[in-house]
């Protein structure tokens, strides 16, 4: 079964406005963490933002926040003022405590950004 | 600069040979991973190191070597026994293995099968 799960293969936004992207998540494990990485079309994988699943508030760095709803197992990133600069892939991942440090990928979504 | 060195970028491998490519990390980072990532997918495990002398197979190690003799370099040797070793290729560290620990990422190799 997936583990991670981005339903979004790509999405559209018009610079400035805000953009979500969907990540959903499965596990049994109580102690997880979620991430997420942008990679441009140079290929490097640059970490965004990360969120403990026993943080009670949501993770908020720049203009990047994520939208953690623990019930639901979702793990939404929130681009504001979007910029040209951010259309790249989007990677949701998973570090669970009990797997000795493997980082679980989605398939990601490709973003786009219009002037 | 603290980071995390691949090399080469780019690389082209004939039918039957081994190709090492190099990982080297000056972030004093514990553990050290080695990712494959295919073309429109997303990144899949090959294999990590938790500390020096040590590592463990991730999802897809079949057809790949490592070693970790120091805590700094994490080379991983792509042999003839990969079927299909065309990928982009990613090394990774991080300070611990816990799941609150981030892993950082090197700019990746791209190795083509010639």
């Known amino acids: 079964a997936q583990k991670i799960t981005q339903t979004q293969p790509g999405m559209f936004v018009q610079e400035k406005e805000a953009v979500t992207l969907d990540c959903t998540y499965d596990t049994s494990d109580p102690s997880y963490g979620l991430f997420w990485y942008k990679q441009p079309s140079s290929g490097e994988m640059i970490f965004l933002i990360y969120q403990g699943s026993y943080d009670q508030q949501n993770a908020t760095e720049g203009r990047y926040s994520l939208n953690f709803q623990k019930a639901r197992k979702s793990a939404n990133l929130v681009i504001s003022a979007s910029q040209l600069g951010d259309s790249a892939m989007y990677f949701c991942?998973?570090?669970?405590?009990?797997?000795?440090?493997?980082?679980?990928f989605g398939q990601g979504t490709e973003l786009s950004v219009k002037p | 600069d603290g980071g995390i060195t691949q090399s080469p970028k780019y690389l082209f491998r004939k039918e039957g040979q081994n190709v090492t490519l190099s990982c080297e990390q000056n972030?004093?980072?514990?553990?050290m991973y080695w990712y494959r990532q295919d073309p429109g997918q997303g990144l899949r495990l090959i294999y990590y190191?938790?500390?020096?002398?040590?590592?463990q197979k991730g999802d897809i190690a079949e057809g790949y070597s490592v070693s970790r003799e120091k805590k700094e370099s994490f080379p991983l040797t792509v042999t003839s026994a990969q079927k299909n070793p065309t990928a982009f290729y990613l090394c990774?560290?991080?300070?611990?293995?816990?799941?609150?620990?981030?892993?950082?990422f090197g700019e990746g190799s791209w190795l083509t099968v010639v």
């Open positions: 991942a998973m570090r669970e405590g009990n797997q000795g440090g493997k980082l679980i």
């Open positions: 190191s938790q500390i020096v002398n040590d590592f």
């Open positions: 972030l004093n980072h514990d553990a």
């Open positions: 990774a560290s991080s300070i611990g293995v816990t799941f609150t620990d981030t892993i950082y």
